[in-house]
T-cell receptor, first 113, second 115 residues
Framework: TQLLEQSPQFLSIQEGENLTVYCNSS?????LQWYRQEPGEGPVLLVT?????EVKKLKRLTFQFGDARKDSSLHITAAQPGDTGLYLC?????????????FGKGITLSVRP | NAGVTQTPKFQVLKTGQSMTLQCAQD?????MYWYRQDPGMGLRLIYY???????DKGEVPNGYNVSRLNKREFSLRLESAAPSQTSVYFC??????????????FGDGTRLSIL
């Protein structure tokens, strides 16, 4: 079983602050996805990273895939209350019809106005 | 654009009762998944169906059964509910397996309490 460790588990910050959260594993992933989940709803995909060292930006969110494809980070610049939610990373070790995602336990982010 | 629809949204059962959670997707996806989400545990895969006519166990299949009724529908059955099965259950679908840049589309979940 491939384990994805997310840290920190909880984070409470003031609006306007910057933050970085992490998703780490001892396994190599063919791709890694980040999802955000709001209360009462299912997770929604933010980004997929595929290539080692890849950096993707989504407005104020910057995602990086580690060179060895074992870890990833999410950096949020000037956090807003609308960024509040549960952030989940999920890795795939292969592709194809029978492939599956392994999810981390998530990071609960609270951004105070 | 309904996406993935789960029913019911909430359910309370007594220990030993049975019930079926329903999931339907209207995106013509081949692969469907059932997860449970517990506080501090993230999403854990119960069963999945790579394509119509196939089902396979995930990480935590004990106490559950599934049926891929057709391409659209994938149901999860609890034959004899136990308090440990109190959780939020999510159904998800993808066009085909796990392909980079293809997200899993999730329903809004079924909140199940077993007393």
């Amino acid at each position: 079983t491939q384990l994805l460790e997310q840290s920190p588990q909880f984070l409470s910050i003031q609006e306007g602050e910057n933050l970085t959260v992490y998703c780490n594993s001892s396994s190599v992933f063919s791709s890694l996805q980040w999802y955000r989940q709001e209360p009462g709803e299912g997770p929604v995909l933010l980004v997929t990273v595929v290539t080692g060292g890849e950096v993707k930006k989504l407005k104020r969110l910057t995602f990086q895939f580690g060179d060895a494809r074992k870890d990833s980070s999410l950096h949020i610049t000037a956090a807003q209350p609308g960024d509040t939610g549960l952030y989940l990373c999920a890795g795939a070790t292969d592709t194809g019809a029978n492939s599956k995602l392994t999810f981390g336990k998530g990071i609960t982010l609270s951004v105070r106005p | 654009n309904a996406g993935v629809t789960q029913t019911p949204k909430f359910q309370v059962l007594k220990t030993g009762q049975s019930m079926t959670l329903q999931c339907a997707q209207d995106m013509n996806h081949n692969s469907m998944y059932w997860y449970r989400q517990d506080p501090g545990m993230g999403l854990r895969l119960i069963y999945y169906s790579a394509s119509e006519g196939t089902t396979d166990k995930g990480e935590v299949p004990n106490g559950y059964n599934v049926s891929r009724l057709n391409k659209r529908e994938f149901s999860l059955r609890l034959e004899s509910a136990a308090p440990s099965q109190t959780s939020v259950y999510f159904c998800a679908s993808t066009p085909i397996g796990t392909v980079p840049n293809q997200p899993q589309h999730f329903g809004d979940g079924t909140r199940l309490s077993i007393l």
